[in-house]
């Protein structure tokens, strides 16, 4: 009749769930590379603040069991007033202190922080003066460790030892005991290949990988209700 004429067409039985399963599978794809990125991203983020936190550790310990090294540098009898030092002598026993510790490079500062001896068959200078506050505040204990200053072979800066030459009260220089400096980044940078290294990179994957994983089917898990609602209009049509 004419009613069966002006009725629009209907769409099959089954278009509906054909739509709602291309929605279903599409919202559940992009939801899981949604939460994998976010897992990713905090693991990144908890490596690069653990990273820090241990950096920041081991400068500490470094400084505290070395504190006393420049003092006692400070007390040998090569150690003179800048203006009266042996630079031949002074860096011989400079050199020695640093085949016994090569973590260590030891320099003499005037009163004003400018470096008057060092062990020359290192290098240059990248720094001819080092500020003073820091070592300043390392002698009086006015700030807490690690207190890092100027390290004069690199624009860097690294914990250190340090001692005043002379009286205490107005001293005419410095014993300056870099903790770590460009000798020991030279050696982690050549490190970097190492099996450890590879190691620990490959288990920060590993671990990235599990909990992608793991929150891909916490999500698949916790979606079953849309999934259920989804198979209820099904069985309607």
């Given amino acids: 009749g004419v009613s069966d004429i002006d009725s629009p067409p209907r769409e099959p039985p089954d278009g509906c769930s054909v739509v709602l399963a291309r929605i279903r599978s599409s919202l559940h794809v992009r939801l899981s590379l949604v939460l994998m990125a976010l897992f990713i991203l905090f693991a990144l983020l908890a490596m690069l603040i ?65 470096v008057r ?64 400096g460009a000798a020991q980044n030279a050696a982690a940078t050549a490190a970097h290949g190492s099996f450890g290294v590879s190691a620990a990179l490959l288990s920060f994957a590993v671990a990235v990988l599990f909990l992608g994983v793991t929150g891909a089917l916490l999500f698949r898990s916790l979606t079953g209700r849309l999934r259920e609602l989804a198979q209820r209009v099904d069985q309607f049509e």
Wanted: aromatic content about 10%; glycine content about 6%.
């Fill in 50 to 114: 653990l990273r820090q936190f241990s950096a920041t550790y081991e400068q500490e310990v470094a400084q505290r069991l070395n504190r006393n090294v420049a003092m006692y540098i400070a007390r040998q009898q090569t150690v003179a007033a800048p203006a009266a030092l042996n630079k031949d002598a002074l860096a011989e026993l400079f050199r020695y202190v640093m085949i016994v510790n090569p973590t260590l490079e030891v320099y003499l500062l005037d009163a004003e922080g400018r």
């Fill in 117 to 180: 001896g060092y062990d020359t068959e290192r290098g240059p200078l990248v720094r001819q003066q080092v500020p003073l506050e820091p070592v300043r505040s390392f002698l009086y204990g006015s700030e807490p460790l690690p207190i890092r200053g100027a390290d004069p072979r690199s624009a860097s800066n690294v914990v250190f030892s340090a001692a005043p030459v002379g009286d205490p009260a107005q001293p005419t220089g410095y014993v300056y005991a870099v903790l770590g």
